[in-house]
């Protein structure tokens, strides 16, 4: 059986799970917000090599990023 909980302890538990430590909620859990995900010096293989790399986010911010780098590549192009 669940106990039902009150709207202030509903919120706690939400910034909890879903604010970057400031109270500010972000919509984002994998980037945070910056549109960008970068595990350089993070992540390694089994033989102890470096693999980790940058890359644009899935979220909207991201996804803006990547708009305007591929316009800006159309515009380069001869």
């Known amino acids: ?38 595990t350089r010096g993070m992540v390694f293989n089994g033989w102890g090599d470096e693999c980790g790399g940058e890359a644009l986010c899935i979220c909207p911010t991201g996804r803006k990023f990547k708009q305007q780098v591929e316009k800006a590549r159309r515009e380069d192009a001869p």
Request: net charge negative.
């Open 1 to 38: 059986m669940m106990r039902p909980i009150s709207e202030p302890q509903f919120e706690a538990l939400w910034f909890d799970e879903f604010a970057n430590g400031s109270g500010v909620a972000v919509s984002c859990i994998l980037c945070g917000n910056s549109g960008r995900i970068d």
